[in-house]
């Protein structure tokens, strides 16, 4: 065993618990809420299969999410798990204000008012929270409210900037809820002023991911990523898509971000319905091309809020995300407000596990293949023969090097049969990966001969509980190893020490 060994391996790690959360290679983001928002059940949520926990900036104080912050780090310090944070920006989300006895009937035919001017809503008026409502829209337009349960139109817009609306679905409006213009682009920015005020308590707090929220185009992505870049910050951005335009824009979103998120809630409002399976489906093979990853979210198991089984449709969206390669699937209200938190990370664990050990083959060779046209060709193409020979040899551990998160990502998105783990040196990256189908990260920063590297890697998985005499591993790496270079090395070992 290499001198180097001893400081990365904890001889109190609970080995069973280690290697048990490996074994799923599709990982769960898990939101937090009043259900879940302390130690003891945030324990028990990783140890159920929790990989990133989602911090919803829509609700709740930042003192709140500092007291959360506080306990992922306490999970990640005291238990053998890297548990990512994802914090979760709520961006132009468009909102009708308090409406009297929190209840308004309102039925097909009736006339309302929107206005922007903060009132106690009733029949006569309604707070919007949108300044440049009256500017944006025009007669005809349609506006969805309470994620589509409830449709008006459009009639006038009203000399004092208020809009006149018919409604054409009728049914009980509550305070706080929705708008979505699917017919309007609006002219909001992608970051308010809620959003920057949040943002900089977010840098301050060092998470792993920012997912910014209606994402319509590039300079969107752009605009924070130069906020995070001038604070110096590592955090990783994930664009949601939840708008027609982010679709149109799909391709070149999906370059600038670090990882995509499909928001099916809003874009199954902004866009008809039947679209979105084909859209999600589309998004996820696009981002396994471009080595991103790729988050399906929103309703997934959502009568579990209230039950102790889901829907079977529900089972079969899970098992559909899962073949279609995502690389994690997000639970809302599930965990954040649901009776079963624990329980829901049961039965997707479970529902993932069988997918994935009965039905895991792919069959994209076309996607995952190197792209010629790739700047990081050669080592994609190493990354590639990786897993690929890692199959040939039905190799036990796939062992890969990054310092910038790349090679993690790439191998990732291949897809490989063999258990992958992820060395670094960026602290940053460890619960970054956390995020990525079948990635285990573990911290290493020597920098001897790669033969010295190598032998290390194996000696830690060892020690670990995850390799054992007789197993085959392949090994990705680069030299000269303090250029730190793209991978540009492949080595297979069978260990019989």
Request: charged share 25%.
């Amino acid at each position: 065993m290499s001198k180097n060994i001893s400081k990365y391996v904890n001889k109190d790690v609970d080995k069973k618990a280690s290697l048990d959360h490996s074994i799923k290679r599709t990982k769960i983001v898990a939101t937090v809420g009043p259900a879940c928002d302390n130690y003891d059940s945030m324990v028990e949520l990783v140890n159920a299969g929790v990989n990133v926990f989602r911090l919803n900036f829509s609700h709740g104080s930042q003192e709140d999410k500092a007291r959360i912050i506080g306990i992922i780090r306490e999970i990640n310090a005291n238990l053998p798990f890297n548990v990512a944070i994802l914090a979760d920006l709520q961006g132009p989300k468009l909102r009708v204000g308090e409406i009297e006895n929190n209840a308004l009937e309102i039925n097909a035919g009736d006339k309302l008012t929107f206005t922007n001017t903060k009132c106690i809503g009733t029949k006569k008026e309604i707070y919007v929270s949108y300044p440049n409502l009256h500017n944006d829209v025009v007669p005809g337009n349609i506006i969805m409210i309470d994620d589509g349960k409830l449709e008006v139109k459009v009639t006038k817009i009203l000399p004092n900037n208020n809009v006149e609306v018919e409604v054409v679905m009728g049914g009980i409006l509550s305070s706080k809820k929705g708008l979505n213009l699917p017919d309007t682009k609006i002219s909001l920015p992608a970051l308010t002023e809620k959003d920057l005020n949040d943002l900089d308590f977010i840098i301050g707090q060092n998470v792993e991911w920012i997912a910014l929220s209606f994402v319509r185009e590039v300079k969107d992505i752009i605009g924070l990523k130069n906020i995070l870049k001038a604070r110096n910050s590592k955090s990783k951005v994930i664009a949601k898509i939840e708008k027609p335009e982010a679709v149109t824009n799909i391709r070149d979103i999906i370059i600038e971000s670090d990882g995509i998120m499909i928001a099916r809630g809003d874009l199954g409002v902004e866009l008809p319905i039947e679209k979105v399976p084909l859209i999600q489906k589309e998004i996820i093979r696009k981002c396994m091309h471009r080595a991103k990853p790729v988050i399906v979210a929103t309703q997934m198991m959502e009568s579990m809020i209230d039950r102790v089984k889901p829907n079977r449709s529900e089972i079969t969206d899970v098992a559909n995300a899962v073949l279609e390669g995502a690389d994690a699937l997000m639970l809302s209200g599930e965990t954040a407000t649901g009776n079963y938190p624990t329980l829901v990370i049961q039965t997707m664990s479970k529902i993932i596990l069988e997918i994935e050990k009965t039905a895991y083959d792919y069959n994209r060779e076309d996607i995952l293949a190197p792209q010629p046209h790739s700047p990081s060709f050669l080592s994609d193409a190493i990354c590639y023969s990786a897993c690929k020979l890692a199959q040939d040899v039905k190799a036990d551990a796939l062992i890969g090097m990054t310092q910038s998160g790349y090679t993690g990502f790439m191998l990732s998105s291949y897809r490989p049969k063999s258990l992958l783990y992820i060395f670094s040196k960026e602290r940053s990256l460890i619960n970054q990966l956390s995020l990525s189908w079948g990635v285990r990260a573990i911290f290493y920063d020597e920098e001897e001969s790669l033969d010295d590297i190598f032998h290390d890697q194996i000696g830690i998985l060892r020690e670990r509980g995850f390799l054992k005499n007789g197993d085959v591993v392949v090994n990705t790496g680069s030299t000269p190893v303090p250029l730190h270079l793209p991978t540009n090395v492949l080595k297979v070992t069978k260990i019989i020490e």
